[in-house]
């Protein structure tokens, strides 16, 4: 397993070194996290200038925050939308700054890694929400440390640890069971079967270490599965599937497939089929499942809380102003003034943003994203001279991003600053790595 302590260029070993703690601390310090990755987005932006404006993707998220100025200017309410570029601007630049420092695979790995465990104690705290009964409020020099737990989730039943809700812990977790869920295939099966077996040799810190690891992959991937399965998230049940499904498909295990398919057509029938057909499936599908899934467990939601009213309500603002649309953080306001009722967002982030900046800043955006999904894609399928547990980590973030893609269809993670961040880090390790690799390539 190679992992990336040392940068590939010693100028920019500094700048990796805070990146890497940054990372590791973010999940429980936003802000310390967070201002550890943009000083250092920012400062290989500065070494490393030519690189960053050569790339062609940084001249495209160039061209989005030109559009979504020109949309502001033309919002009915300037203040809240030049407000609401605070949630995609500086993640530009974060952007630009990231895919320049990280270049090769094994920093893939090492921040796979490091985001696994960073999730740790996140997952302990929403068991201890959920079974234990955890509550507090942390808070040290105001934001510095922030950290809250509401007693028994939120919603009330529902795991959401130290997130705002129980959807967004989900995306989360997706996040941390899939690239967790890579590196434990990258060791199985003849890596545990081997340390096992393997003579001492070696001192007793690499012989606990090479054992301990898998252990901690094992325990680490169940216990964000099972921490998904209680956030009671259907986004986050769908996307956590959609990882099995994808390394099944990768690794050719057809029995696994056979599986999977089989438990989601039960669940799905349960939910879905006929009276007749349903009930029998019910007698075996927990009631969890197959409620949360048509609905029946919150029977009485209002008309105005479901997805496709708010889908509806936001692809008609977009037909009234498809050029400037209506100014970014405006759908909340129009949405309330319209139905008497408080949403954030129509859980659609397409919709949300050819609403609030209009179609062509929609449309680039969304184009720029499918841009680095669509090359990670290609280099995957044309790069022989990777080794093949090297382009296993490298699907693993295909997945991620297929994952977030999938997830803010139905959902919108920009609001969050712990899932926005770790999105733009993810987009910018993947970008980072098919970009330099492109550029060997053509030498």
């Known amino acids: 397993m190679k992992l990336a302590f040392n940068h590939p260029h010693p100028r920019l070993q500094t700048l990796w070194n805070v990146t890497q703690i940054g990372l590791l601390i973010f999940p429980l310090s936003p802000l310390v996290g967070g201002v550890c990755l943009l000083l250092a987005a920012l400062r290989t932006c500065q070494l490393k200038y030519r690189s960053v404006i050569h790339s062609p993707l940084n001249w495209g998220f160039a061209l989005v925050s030109v559009l979504l100025i020109i949309s502001c200017s033309f919002a009915d309410d300037k203040i809240q939308a030049f ?100 590196l434990w295939l990258e060791q199985w099966p003849f890596r545990i079967t081997d340390t096992m077996n393997r003579p001492f040799k070696t001192d007793a810190m690499n012989r606990v270490s090479t054992r301990s690891y898998p252990i901690f992959l094992t325990v680490s991937v169940i216990t964000s599965f099972v921490a998904l399965i209680l956030t009671d998230s259907r986004n986050g049940w769908a996307i956590a599937i959609v990882a099995c499904l994808a390394y099944a498909l990768y690794q050719g295990w057809h029995l696994i497939i056979a599986g999977v398919v089989g438990v989601m057509t039960s669940v799905l029938l349960a939910a879905f089929a006929p009276s007749p057909i349903a009930e029998t499936f019910r007698r ?151 970009y330099s690799s492109s550029r060997l390539r053509k030498c």
């Not at 974060?94 to 996140?122: D, E, H, M, Y």
């Not at 409020?137 to 809250?148: F, S």
């Not at 050819?354 to 680095?372: D, H, K, R, V």
């Open 284 to 434: 075996f599908i927990p009631a969890y499942f197959w409620a949360r899934l048509n609905d029946q467990m919150y029977p009485d939601r209002p008309v105005a809380l479901m997805r496709t009213t708010q889908w509806d309500f936001a692809w008609s603002l977009t037909q009234q102003r498809p050029w400037t649309g209506w100014g970014l953080r405006s759908f909340s306001d129009l949405y309330k003034a319209q139905m008497q009722i408080d949403l954030g967002h129509p859980h659609n982030l397409f919709l949300m943003l050819s609403a609030e900046t209009g179609l062509p800043s929609a449309l680039l955006f969304f184009g720029c994203l499918a841009w680095i999904w669509f090359a990670a894609v290609q280099l995957l399928q044309k790069s022989h001279n990777l080794d093949k547990k090297d382009k296993l980590i490298f699907f693993s973030y295909i997945i991620v991003i297929s994952q977030w893609l999938i997830f803010n269809t139905v959902d919108v993670t920009l609001f969050d600053f712990r899932l926005n961040t770790i999105s733009w880090f993810l987009f910018a390790a993947l970008w980072g790595f098919v």
């Open 83 to 182: 407000l609401g570029l605070f949630n995609l601007l500086p993640f530009f630049v974060l952007f630009a700054g990231l895919s320049t420092l990280i270049q090769t695979i094994a920093q893939l790995r090492q921040i796979a890694l490091i985001f696994v465990v960073g999730s740790v104690p996140v997952i302990i705290m929403g068991f201890g929400q959920i079974f234990w009964g955890w509550s507090f409020q942390i808070q040290v020099l105001w934001i510095l440390l922030d950290i809250g737990l509401a007693p028994g989730g939120n919603p009330p039943g529902r795991m959401a640890s130290i997130f705002m809700h129980a959807n967004l812990f989900a995306a989360y977790l997706a996040i941390a069971f899939t690239l967790g869920l890579g």
